[in-house]
């Protein structure tokens, strides 16, 4: 069977956005947000969105497997308790008016 052929075009731009994040966050640069800012932006406007967002989602679920003793079940459980707890952390924030 041929292996799929990575989607080299997803995986810059979702780097991209990394590098970008790391500029604003890591670096202590002060033109770091205009990196991350612009790296947005552009994906923003990008046709491969969709897919530049599927590249990042499945490293992001990698990571959250890993954590999880690269156990699928406990992946998912864990995700939907985070997922349950930022609705309900969400829907207090609605209720004091903040979005």
Excluded at 62 to 85: F, N, W, Y
Aim: net charge negative; aromatic share 6%.
């Amino acid at each position: 069977m041929t292996e799929p052929t990575p989607d080299y075009h997803a995986r810059a731009g979702m780097y991209r956005l990394l590098v970008g994040y790391g500029a604003m966050t890591l670096t202590g640069n002060p033109g770091g947000a205009a990196v991350y800012n612009s790296a947005l932006d552009n994906a923003l406007a990008d046709p491969r969105l969709k897919r530049i967002l599927n590249q990042l989602v499945g490293v992001v679920f990698a990571t959250h497997l890993q954590s999880c003793g690269d156990d699928p079940k406990a992946t998912v459980e864990m995700i939907v308790r985070e997922l349950r707890a930022a609705e309900d952390l969400a829907g207090l924030d609605d209720q004091d008016g903040e979005r």
